[in-house]
T-cell receptor, first 111, second 113 residues
Framework: GQNIDQPTEMTATEGAIVQINCTYQ??????LFWYQQHAGEAPTFLSY????GLEEKGRFSSFLSRSKGYSYLLLKELQMKDSASYLC????????????FGPGTRLSVLP | EAQVTQNPRYLITVTGKKLTVTCSQN?????MSWYRQDPGLGLRQIYY???????DKGDVPEGYKVSRKEKRNFPLILESPSPNQTSLYFC????????????FGSGTRLTVV
């Protein structure tokens, strides 16, 4: 089966750095995606990791360790508009190449 | 503009009254999927389709139907809605190998009373 865990909520200050963790257990791992979702809106794609290491995209970076079943999303120079939920999703060969989503982490950025 | 269009955005209906939520994508994507999102439960897959006339059940298919008669359209049908189907629904599409992640529709907030 599949299991994905994320912290439920996090709080950080504007201008700071925050790391959102995601741990997963899947039988046929084939890539990990991070999405951002503002309240009541659709998720939007942030990053994709399939190999170990760090992928950087401006203020956002995502890291993957396949041996540990672990990923994190790093947000730098936090802005108020970064207040949102962050969803970790794993693509699984043994799940028809479908995506399994984690419960999401709600990030609040305070002034 | 590449997008997934979902309608309606909001819908309030009564128990047992059949309804359809439409979904259309203009990116020529083979793969389309429906999700529901509930507090504390995250996104759960209802149905998905890998191509025209090919559909399959996700994790929570009970009470829902879908069809894929054309590549661009993937409607979600609730034949007899019940209050436990009150939720936020998202349609999403991606390429055949799902390498790029999803493009999501803007969501449909359904309330069944």
């Amino acid at each position: 089966g599949q299991n994905i865990d994320q912290p439920t909520e996090m709080t950080a200050t504007e201008g700071a750095i925050v790391q959102i963790n995601c741990t997963y257990q899947t039988s046929g791992f084939n890539g990990l995606f991070w999405y951002q979702q503002h309240a009541g809106e659709a998720p939007t794609f942030l990053s994709y990791n399939v190999l170990d290491g760090l992928e950087e995209k401006g203020r956002f970076s995502s890291f993957l360790s396949r041996s540990k079943g672990y990923s994190y999303l790093l947000l730098k120079e936090l802005q108020m508009k970064d207040s949102a939920s962050y969803l970790c999703a794993v693509r699984d060969w043994d799940y028809g190449q479908n995506f399994v989503f984690g419960p999401g982490t709600r990030l609040s950025v305070l002034p | 503009e590449a997008q997934v269009t979902q309608n309606p955005r909001y819908l309030i209906t009564v128990t047992g009254k059949k309804l359809t939520v439409t979904c259309s994508q203009n990116m020529n994507h083979e793969y389309m999927s429906w999700y529901r999102q509930d507090p504390g439960l995250g996104l759960r897959q209802i149905y998905y389709s890998m191509n025209v006339e090919v559909t399959d059940k996700g994790d929570v298919p009970e009470g829902y139907k879908v069809s894929r008669k054309e590549k661009r359209n993937f409607p979600l049908i609730l034949e007899s809605p019940s209050p436990n189907q009150t939720s936020l629904y998202f349609c999403a599409s991606t390429t055949r190998d799902r390498a790029d992640g999803y493009t999501f529709g803007s969501g449909t907030r359904l309330t069944v009373v």
